[in-house]
């Protein structure tokens, strides 16, 4: 409790000694951007089309952004740094059933591999909502007529938007990557707000201002 006062103090003022910049600004405004955009993208789904259009795609825009700044950006923005094997994450996940694991200043293993299958699941999200525009599209891809080719195999010439085929299997894809997103994120907040209690400090506050209390003895930086 009186660390939880100490820490308020300390990220609520400038010139605090006892925190240290994780997170750059770029990521910041790539996080909260997302969340806006991709609330946008939910509520007007099937109620205002040219909006949920464009905030899908102001979606795709942000994750490509986010690929390149995991290749080039700051230190704890960088995969490099948060993306660990099966064999980590599934070690941490053990250490949290017991309580016992330890405080990392970046994102932990779990949530590194949150990170991954969010962007994953919102690249084909906004990918398959692309395709269902026109689904002739589909031919601009590389590999993927082959994979898909018998959901498309019925729907020769009727490509207008009408054909249940093509249409009809991107739409469904469209519908469960969505769907599939809320879970996700269910579970990405659900994991930050449990971290937040464990190590005491509000880590969506951190996501706001940048900064987090200074790495302790046994603390991961
Ligand atoms: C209001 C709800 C949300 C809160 C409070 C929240 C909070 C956070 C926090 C605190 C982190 C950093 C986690 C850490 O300390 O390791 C984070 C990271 C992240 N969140 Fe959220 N989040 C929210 C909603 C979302 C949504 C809706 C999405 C996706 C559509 C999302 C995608 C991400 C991604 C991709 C990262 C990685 C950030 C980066 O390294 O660039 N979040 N979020
Ligand atoms: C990644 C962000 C996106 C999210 C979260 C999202 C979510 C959704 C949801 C929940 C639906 C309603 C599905 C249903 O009726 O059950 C939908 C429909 C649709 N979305 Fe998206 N979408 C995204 C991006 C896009 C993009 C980039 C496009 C195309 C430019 C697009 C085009 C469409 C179309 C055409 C529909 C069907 C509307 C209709 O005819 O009923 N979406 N989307």
Redesign the pocket.
Known sequence: MTDMATQDAVSGGDGAQRTVRVWDPLVRIFHWGLVAA?AI??LT??EL?PV??I???T??GLVAFRIVWGLVGSRYARFAQFLRGPATTLAYLGDMTRGKERRYLGHNPTGGAMIAVLLIT?SG??LT??L??EPSRVAMLPDLPQIVAPAFADDDGEREGSGEGARGAL?EA??VL?NL?LLLVAMHVGGVVLASFRHHENLARAMVTGDKRAPAAGDIA
């Open positions: 991709f993208a939910w789904a099937d089309q949920h259009e905030a899908g795609y979606v795709a919102l999200t906004a909502g692309w269902m525009e739409y469209h519908e969505a997103m």
